[in-house]
């Protein structure tokens, strides 16, 4: 049974988490790695924490069913596959199927908090952080809300404000301290994947 290399893509809303894990994953191939995003392990709307004035805060930690995440991560570092939640970002529900994620020599762990749970961080055999401004982070997520996620130009906005930048503020940038290597979205996706691939065989030398 193989055990996983992990490595942790950390960084702000916008900074190119899932674009460089796939982009990894398309270029390692399929039969070497897979994909693991916390953005999966959203609560079922049903169950979020509502704050004071009913809105739900997406971008906090308590968004996260922890639990499930983290028991699945242990799964995968023991060698076995995991059946992962489906979650729809659309209408924040949680399917009732669920996605084989099959076990391979190198996962990419991929999401807001990856750096921000401790016990996700302990997991972690590579930890990455995404650097990029607040402006071109939220203009990039803009553009992706807008046509992937249906949101409306108020909608994200509001979003924004009221959740996803004070909560970069309070969790996402403090957990950039905890990176082995922060990468500045300013390079290109291939000059990202060519600097994480030098770091993985460096630190998976070095562990050997
Ligand atoms: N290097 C890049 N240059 C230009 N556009 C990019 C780059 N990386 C990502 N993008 C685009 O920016 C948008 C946001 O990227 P992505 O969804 O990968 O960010 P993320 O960090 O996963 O954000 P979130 O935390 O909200 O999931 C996407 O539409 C993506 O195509
Ligand atoms: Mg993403």
Avoid at 148 to 154: A, F, N, P, T
Wanted: net charge positive; proline share 3%.
């Amino acid at each position: 049974m193989i055990k996983p290399f992990f490595v942790g893509l950390a960084g702000g809303s916008g900074s190119g988490k899932t674009t460089l894990a796939k982009s990894l994953h398309s270029h390692l191939g399929s039969d070497q790695t897979s994909i693991f995003c916390l953005d999966w392990y959203y609560h079922d709307i049903c169950k979020q924490p509502k704050l004071d004035d009913g809105s739900i805060n997406f971008d906090h930690p308590s968004a996260l069913d922890q639990y499930l995440l983290i028991n699945h991560l242990q799964q995968l570092k023991k060698g076995r596959n995991i059946n992962a939640p489906i979650y729809n970002f659309a209408t924040h529900h949680r399917s009732k199927l669920t996605r084989k994620i099959a076990n391979r020599p190198t996962i990419f762990i991929e999401g807001l908090h990856t750096l921000v749970l401790s016990e996700v961080r302990r997991i972690l055999d590579l930890k990455i952080f995404i650097d990029l401004s607040d402006d071109i982070r939220f203009i990039r997520r803009l553009l992706r809300d807008q046509s992937e996620r249906k949101r409306s130009l108020h909608g994200v906005i509001t979003q924004y404000l009221t959740a996803t930048r004070p909560m970069h503020m309070e969790w996402i940038l403090p957990s950039r301290r905890f990176a082995d290597v922060v990468l500045s979205a300013e390079n290109s996706v291939s000059e990202m994947k060519r600097i994480v691939l030098s770091q993985i065989q460096a630190t998976s030398k070095a562990g050997n």
